[in-house]
């Protein structure tokens, strides 16, 4: 156990919908990103927060959006989805210094679009 | 254009017997490297690192062998047991930090 939770663990949604992934990282951890991994893809990073502001962004489409509350707790929204968006959504966190290279994974959220 | 690459999807080996997982990287800024294990329905575990001032990380059954000159690393595990059937995740990292992944290799070790 990572430490690093993640609901739900399944999501079933058509076309054109709206979703909301949720993480909660380590405690003391102050990071939370955000990665993609579609069949037989590796692990797309899509984007970061550190304590509660955006840091950095990577290919994360314009239709998918996150935030990091006060709490750190930090929520991926997916909309308009498409079929291509069906993949394993993982949050990660780091610790606040040190080796931030070394991040803790939750579980993943598998979405499927249908 | 994959900067970490994992050209080989899978590896059968024989418990006991050594694994070698293979990674290349394009980049050269990137100067921190790790390995990852994932399980079925969890999420990607951390394995082992290394910077790039070393050639070699060692820990347990498992080294880190890195080779700046041809942009390769590996990770060897010896020996082999069951409980390491896994998919392996070479990842890099440059300045930002972020690590970059490969696809991942998936490990398969026969008792």
């Known amino acids: 156990d990572s430490g690093v939770t993640q609901t739900p663990k399944h999501l079933i949604t058509a076309t054109g919908q709206r979703v909301t992934l949720r993480c909660s990282p380590r405690?003391?951890?102050?990071?939370v990103y955000w990665y993609q991994q579609s069949l037989d893809q590796g692990l797309q990073f899509l984007i970061q927060y550190y304590n509660g502001e955006e840091r950095a962004k990577g290919n994360i489409l314009e239709r998918f959006s996150a935030q990091q509350f006060p709490d750190l707790h930090s929520e991926l929204n997916l909309s308009s989805l498409e079929l291509g968006d069906s993949a394993l959504y993982f949050c990660a966190s780091s610790p606040p210094a040190g080796v931030a290279y070394e991040q803790y994974f939750g579980p993943g959220t598998r979405l499927t679009v249908t | 254009d994959q900067q970490v690459k994992q050209n080989s999807p899978s590896l059968s080996v024989q418990e006991g017997r050594i694994s070698i997982l293979n990674c290349d990287y394009t980049?050269?800024?990137?100067?921190?490297f790790l390995w990852y294990k994932k399980y079925p329905a969890e999420g990607p575990t951390f394995l082992i690192s290394i910077s790039s001032i070393k050639d070699k990380n060692e820990d347990g059954r498992f080294t880190v062998f890195l080779n700046k000159s041809a942009k390769h690393l590996s990770l060897h595990i010896v020996p082999s047991q069951p409980g390491d059937s896994a998919v392996y995740f070479c990842?890099?990292?440059?300045?930002?930090?972020?690590?970059?992944f490969g696809r991942g290799t998936s490990l398969i070790v026969h008792p």
């Open positions: 980049n050269s800024m990137f100067d921190y």
């Open positions: 990842a890099a990292s440059g300045g930002s930090y972020i690590p970059t």
């Open positions: 405690s003391g951890d102050l990071s």
